[in-house]
């Protein structure tokens, strides 16, 4: 079993519409929850960063981690095409550690 | 301010040559990380720099990979012996290097090496 799990897709879905993305962990160390947008040809970028359990919300995105299910979330509402991207979610155990484990990217596209 | 840069964008390579890639980072970011990002795969972590030094080369796949910063500053990291194995995008990331664990990592566009 991976450390982090994270469905590929392809998730299509109409513009406006709410996304949701989400990865389970099994590492009960990590405490540290990173969501990264990356659009074609280019690296990552940080989008959405929690700590421990709990939500966070950004604009019209909304991060969600739930430790007890080792579950993460991250929730777009009003999906526009410029979200099209692959999200990839990451975490740590942080306290030090710079190492970041990433899931496998869920890529997203937002139909006009 | 310029981000993080990496050249070449693109590297093909026959197998059995060696290959250098080069990342610089933003200015002033003491933390810098390799990482290997296969087709399909989530990044993985390589080798991380404090400065000059690479505490951390656990994710190293083998010894053909090698890694060197200098001035605190430009990161190359060199593949002898290239397998096809080793096709992939390798995305280097900076960051302020203060230890603390919320610290974003900066990533630049990646190299994308294909070995025929």
């Known amino acids: 079993q991976k450390e982090v799990e994270q469905d590929p897709g392809p998730l299509s879905v109409p513009e406006g519409a709410i996304v949701s993305l989400n990865c389970t962990y099994s590492n009960s160390a990590f405490q540290y929850f990173m969501w990264y947008r990356q659009y074609s040809r280019k690296g990552p970028e940080l989008l959405m960063y929690?700590?421990?359990?709990g939500n966070k919300e950004d604009g019209r995105f909304t991060a969600q981690v739930d430790k007890s299910s080792k579950y993460i979330s991250l929730f777009i509402r009003d999906s526009q095409p410029s979200d099209s991207a692959t999200y990839l979610c990451a975490m740590s155990p942080g306290a030090g550690s710079y190492q970041l484990t990433f899931g496998k990217g869920t890529k997203l596209s937002v139909i006009p | 301010g310029a981000g993080v840069s990496q050249s070449p964008s693109n590297k093909v390579t026959e197998k059995g040559k060696d290959v250098e890639l080069r990342c610089d980072p933003i200015?002033?970011?003491?933390?810098l990380y390799w990482y290997r990002q296969r087709l399909g795969q989530g990044l993985e972590f390589l080798i991380y720099?404090?400065?000059?030094?690479?505490?951390?080369k656990s994710g190293l796949p083998s010894d053909r990979f090698s890694a060197e910063r200098t001035g605190e500053s430009v990161s190359t990291l060199t593949i002898q012996r290239t397998q096809q194995e080793d096709s992939a995008v390798y995305l280097c990331?900076?960051?302020?290097?203060?230890?603390?664990?919320?610290?974003?990592?900066?990533f630049g566009p990646g190299t994308r090496l294909l070995v025929l």
């Open positions: 200015s002033g970011h003491t933390a």
């Open positions: 990331a900076s960051s302020l290097g203060l230890g603390l664990p919320s610290e974003t990592q900066y």
């Open positions: 929690t700590y421990s359990s």
């Open positions: 720099f404090q400065g000059n030094s690479a505490p951390d």
